[in-house]
């Protein structure tokens, strides 16, 4: 299971921890945006790993609230009259 949040750091700026749970439900791993390398490279279409931590965060709470699909209906709904 992963547990996605946004928090606060010591200096004042957004983050976003990641928290992954082994079958047993014990922690297996956490990590934040601030913790992820790559070679020092940032994500091609985000500026850094915090813009795409928190796109991925926000994805995620659209998915569970179930807003996506209600978006998808609507869009197949109106796709009779507007075409997309």
């Known amino acids: ?3 996605v949040y946004s928090a606060v750091n010591g200096e ?3 983050i ?3 928290v992954l749970f082994g079958a047993n439900e ?4 956490a990590f ?3 913790s992820i390398r790559f070679d020092n490279v940032v994500p091609e279409v985000f500026e850094n790993w915090y813009l795409l931590c928190s796109a991925l ?3 995620g709470t659209r998915q569970a609230s ?4 209600v978006l998808d209906a609507m869009i197949d709904e109106l796709d ?3 075409p997309f």
């Open 1 to 3: 299971m992963l547990f």
């Open 12 to 14: 004042g700026e957004d």
């Open 16 to 18: 976003v921890h990641f």
């Open 26 to 29: 014990k922690t297996s791993d």
């Open 32 to 34: 934040s945006d601030e």
């Open 57 to 59: 965060l926000d994805m």
């Open 66 to 69: 179930g807003s996506d699909d």
């Open 80 to 82: 009779d009259d507007v």
